[in-house]
């Protein structure tokens, strides 16, 4: 979890997946000033990006050479797993977009 932005991942038909940041509104943070984010915030993704368009790519993931036919976030949200056509099971960082494992 992360106070600034939340995450939202998608897969498409030709392999590849994108997981993007989409910041809260000034108002979400507000009410979270209570909560306790376990995941530390890194100040380059703070603020969302100058355009003021409030959703940003974090990172493009490659590997699957079909389409993506499901697409999740595991329980501690340090990783997404996703399958795909192709008939493989992937495994991604989601702070630093690499393939985990196979």
């Known amino acids: ?3 600034s932005y939340v995450l939202l991942a998608a897969g498409f038909e030709d392999g590849h997946a994108v997981l993007y940041r989409c910041y809260r509104t000034e108002m979400e943070i507000a009410m979270l ?6 995941h530390e915030e890194d100040i380059s993704y703070s603020s969302p990006p100058a355009d003021h368009s409030n959703i940003a790519v974090h990172s493009r ?11 999740f976030f595991n329980l501690l949200e340090d990783q997404l797993v996703t399958t795909s056509i192709d008939k493989s099971v992937r495994f991604w960082g989601i702070d630093s977009g690499e393939m985990l494992k196979v």
């Open 61 to 71: 993931l490659v590997g699957h050479s079909r389409a993506i036919t499901s697409i």
């Open 1 to 3: 979890f992360h106070k």
């Open 33 to 38: 000033t209570d909560q306790d984010f376990p």
